[in-house]
C-alpha cells in the first residue's frame, strides 16, 4: 500500500525539519566544544602568566615591557658569604680578561658591552655567534649559565655578571636582586648568590638599578665585596644621579661608565645611527663604550656593522682593555704630577 501525494509531502517536510534540527544541534555542539578549548587555553595561558616574571630591559631609554620567565633557584642555605683568598683575587678582573694584539692600541677603540643575556637563549647564541671581541654581561638568576658562558669564553667574548638592582617604579629586576629595603646580612647573602652563578667574569654591571645606585650605604656594602674579589666595575648609568662609579674610584675599584646605549628604540635605522655615533666619539676621544641588548634589530646590525670597522680602522676590544687603558693614564698623569713637584 503506497503513500498518496499529500502524505508523501509531509513525510519530505518532516525529514527536512529534523535534518534542520540535527543540523543546529550539530552547530552548537561544536559551538560548545570551541568555547570550551579557548577557555581552557585562556585559563591556562592565564595562569602561566601569572607564574612569570614581568621584566623590563634598561630603564634609562624607552622600556619594552616583555614577560620572561625565569628558574627561581631554590633557597640558599644560611651560610656566611664567601671568603677568598685576597692575593688570588687581587686581580681577578686581569686574570679573567680577554687579551688584545698590542696593534690596537695605536687604533680608536670601541667596547660593546651586551646586557640582559641568558634568559632568552637563542637570542643569546646569536650574540655569542658574533666574530668579533664583546663584552656579554648575563643574568645571575639565568638557567645554562656555565654552559652558555664558557661557550661565550671560547668564542673570544668577555663576561660580566648583569647585577639585577632595584630600580624606580615597580618593574621587577629579577630574583636576588640589591634592594634598599633588605638588611645588610640579606643583601650580603643575595650578592654572593649573584657572584657564584657561573666563573671566569671580570666584573659587573647594573642590571635596572636606577633606585639603589644612589643609594650610598647598599652599594658601600656590596663595593666593599667588589674590592675583595678583585672585580671590575661598569656603571651602566640608568639614572644620572648614579654613585657607583664616584664611589668605586674612592675605594680604588677599576671602573669605567657608559656613553650610549644602542636600542634605545628597536628598528635598524636607529640603532645604525647610534654605532655612527660611537664611531665619531671613538675618532674623538680614542675610545667610546655602548650597551646594547639581544633584540633581533641590535643582531642584525652588530652582524652588518662588525664587518666594517677594519677598513675604518676601529678596533672592538673587551672592556677590560678600556680599563686597564683608563688607570695606565691615570698612572702616567700622576707619574708626571709626582715628578713635576720634586722639580
Known amino acids: 500500500m503506497g503513500l498518496n501525494k499529500k ?10 525539519y529534523r535534518k534542520e534540527v540535527i543540523s543546529t544541534i550539530y552547530l552548537i555542539l561544536i559551538a560548545v566544544a570551541f568555547g570550551a578549548i579557548w577557555q581552557f ?6 595562569s602561566h602568566k601569572n607564574k612569570m616574571a614581568p621584566l623590563a630591559f634598561e630603564e634609562d631609554h624607552k622600556i619594552i615591557d616583555v614577560v620572561i620567565a625565569y628558574h627561581e633557584p631554590e633557597p640558599e642555605p644560611e651560610t656566611e658569604p664567601l671568603q677568598t683568598n685576597a692575593k688570588l683575587v687581587l686581580d681577578a678582573w686581569k686574570a679573567n680578561a680577554v687579551q688584545v694584539a698590542d696593534y690596537v692600541d695605536t687604533l680608536p677603540q670601541i667596547s660593546i658591552v651586551i646586557d640582559d643575556l641568558g634568559l632568552l637563549q637563542n637570542k643569546t ?23 652558555m658562558t664558557q661557550m661565550a669564553k671560547d668564542r673570544g667574548h668577555e663576561l660580566m655578571i648583569h647585577l639585577p638592582m632595584e630600580p624606580k617604579g615597580n618593574m621587577n629586576p629579577g630574583p636576588h636582586a640589591m634592594r634598599k629595603n633588605i638588611t645588610e646580612k640579606q643583601l650580603m647573602k643575595d650578592l654572593t648568590f649573584n657572584l657564584s652563578q657561573f666563573e671566569g667574569y671580570v ?10 645606585t ?10 666593599e665585596e667588589i674590592h675583595h674579589r678583585g672585580l671590575l666595575v661598569l656603571d ?3 639614572s644620572r644621579k648614579s654613585l657607583l662609579a664616584d664611589m668605586a674610584t674612592e675605594k680604588n675599584i677599576p671602573n669605567i661608565s657608559r656613553d650610549f ?12 645611527g647610534q654605532l655612527e655615533k660611537l664611531e665619531n666619539m671613538a675618532y674623538k676621544n680614542g ?25 675604518k680602522g676601529i678596533a672592538v676590544v673587551p672592556l677590560s682593555h678600556l680599563v686597564k687603558r683608563k688607570y695606565n693614564h691615570i698612572l702616567v698623569v700622576k707619574k708626571n704630577d709626582e715628578n713635576f713637584a720634586t722639580h
Not at 666584573?203 to 639603589?212: A, D, R, V, W
Open 203 to 212: 666584573g659587573l654591571n647594573n642590571h635596572m638599578g636606577s633606585s639603589f
Open 261 to 272: 646605549f644602542l636600542d634605545n628604540e628597536q628598528n635598524l635605522p636607529y640603532i645604525l
Open 125 to 147: 647564541l646569536s650574540i655569542i655567534n658574533l666574530k668579533a671581541p664583546l663584552t656579554l654581561s648575563f643574568l645571575p638568576y639565568a638557567n645554562n649559565l656555565p654552559n
Open 41 to 46: 587555553y585562556k585559563d591556562h595561558s592565564e
Open 214 to 223: 644612589e643609594y650610598r650605604q647598599g652599594l658601600d656594602v656590596i663595593l
Open 236 to 238: 651602566s648609568k640608568t
Open 287 to 311: 675610545h667610546a663604550i655602548a650597551i646594547g641588548h639581544p633584540y633581533k634589530e641590535t643582531i642584525e646590525a652588530l652582524s652588518y656593522w662588525l664587518p666594517t670597522l677594519q677598513k
Open 7 to 16: 502524505d508523501h509531502s509531509g513525510v519530505i517536510t518532516l525529514w527536512h
